[in-house]
Every structure is written in structure tokens, then in C-alpha cells.
């Protein structure tokens, strides 16, 4: 039983435009959120995270959004550039980290 | 700092051997993690170690024993390797094991078991 969820096993999003990776969750223990990102041939690397008392964490063009009552989350890049073409993992953690499937964004030139 | 290290990148197998997977962390952090990853399952969590001296069981531990050689070093062994444990490999380490710490992922290793 899958607790946390990637419906969208790939994406494909124009140069400079926003992308948007949803990330759904089932286990309402969970405390803390984050996201991951994965290029071929390497191992993943954190990417922003955002702690269950918030409902909005931004860095830079990456912004984490929480929806606790709809236990949903999504990983917004804006503008959307050719190096973020990847895997992402969205995570939660109770007492272990949580992986989703991950969802592969390809940025369109 | 190399960060998170992993030997060896590749390996293959035949049903029933064994091998050691080695992981070492230069950043002093007290835990330590192995994931696999399978296409369309994402990270699944094998074993870990929360600090040293201390391992316990992940998501999917069967047919895998992990040792906490030191701070720095956690290896993964397989007894008797299955087809099925044809996967990548990744160890991870992070300062703590609560809820406030990322972890730093190591490169992989991509095993194959014929």
C-alpha cells in the first residue's frame, strides 16, 4: 500500500513556463515533506522540503505547497529551465522517509 | 569531501553468490541509510543505522544483512544472491535520523543478478 503517491510518471513542460509536480499522501503521521531530484547515473539530491506546520516553503525558482486537509503537496519551478529536466522524488517522513515512484520532467527547448 | 562514496559502480552475479556492498560518509553524520531502487517503484528502504552501533530493518530487508562497521562506513551484504535482487543500490547519510535532515544520497551501484 503505497503511502505516498506520484500519480504522473512523466511530464513535459516548455522552456520559461511553470512546472508543477503533484504529490499525494495517505499517512497523516507525517511531519515532514520533501522533494528530490535524480539525474541518470547519480544518486538523488535534496531539493526543498517543507515541515507539516506550513503550508508554503520557496527557495529560489522552487516553491513546495501543502495542503494538509486534501493531504496533498506540489513542487512549483518557475521559470522552468533546460537543467531541471529530471526525476523528482517527492518523500515523507514519520520516523523513516517515504519515496513516491517520482515523476520525470522533460523541458521542452 | 567526497560526500557519500560507493564501491564497487557495477557488479554482476550468479544466482547464489555473494557480495559486499560498501558505503562510506566524510561529512560525520551519526546515520546512515541503503535504498533500492526498481523501475517504477522509486527508493525503497533496505536497512538503517541511526547512529553507530545501532541497525534496523527497513521496507524490504529480506535477503540483505547490513553492518555499521564505524561512523563512517555501513556496508550491505548479500548471503545468496536472487535475480530479484537486480536493482541500483543507493546508500545514503544524514547528521540525525529525526525528522529535520535531509539525506545525502552516494552515487549507486548498479547490481545484476543473472
Known amino acids: 500500500d503505497q503511502q505516498v503517491k506520484q500519480n504522473s510518471p512523466s511530464l513535459s513542460v516548455q522552456e520559461g513556463r511553470i512546472s508543477i509536480l503533484n504529490c499525494d499522501y495517505t499517512?497523516?503521521?507525517?511531519?515532514?515533506f520533501l522533494w528530490y531530484k535524480k539525474y541518470p547515473a547519480e544518486g538523488p539530491t535534496f531539493l526543498i522540503s517543507?515541515?507539516?506546520?506550513?503550508d508554503k516553503n520557496e527557495d529560489g525558482r522552487f516553491t513546495v505547497f501543502l495542503n494538509k486537509s486534501a493531504k496533498h503537496l506540489s513542487l512549483h519551478i518557475v521559470p522552468s529551465q533546460p537543467g531541471d529536466s529530471a526525476v523528482y522524488f517527492c518523500a515523507a517522513r514519520d520516523d523513516k522517509i517515504i519515496f513516491g515512484k517520482g515523476t520525470r520532467l522533460h523541458i521542452l527547448p | 569531501n567526497a560526500g557519500v562514496t560507493q564501491t564497487p559502480k557495477f557488479q554482476v552475479l550468479k544466482t547464489g553468490q555473494s557480495m559486499t556492498l560498501q558505503c562510506a560518509q566524510d561529512?560525520?553524520?551519526?546515520?546512515m541509510y541503503w535504498y533500492r531502487q526498481d523501475p517504477g517503484m522509486g527508493l525503497r528502504l533496505i536497512y538503517y543505522s541511526a547512529s553507530e552501533g545501532t541497525t534496523d530493518k527497513g521496507e524490504v530487508p529480506n535477503g540483505y544483512n547490513v553492518s555499521r562497521l564505524n561512523k563512517r562506513e555501513f556496508s550491505l551484504r548479500l548471503e545468496s544472491a536472487a535475480p530479484s535482487q537486480t536493482s541500483v543500490y543507493f546508500c545514503?547519510?544524514?547528521?540525525?535520523?529525526?525528522?529535520?535532515?535531509?539525506?545525502?544520497f552516494g552515487p549507486g551501484t548498479r547490481l545484476t543478478v543473472l
Open positions: 499517512n497523516s503521521m507525517f511531519d515532514y
Open positions: 545514503a547519510s544524514s547528521l540525525l535520523a529525526g525528522s529535520y535532515n535531509e539525506q545525502f
Open positions: 517543507i515541515s507539516s506546520i506550513k
Open positions: 561529512m560525520n553524520h551519526n546515520s
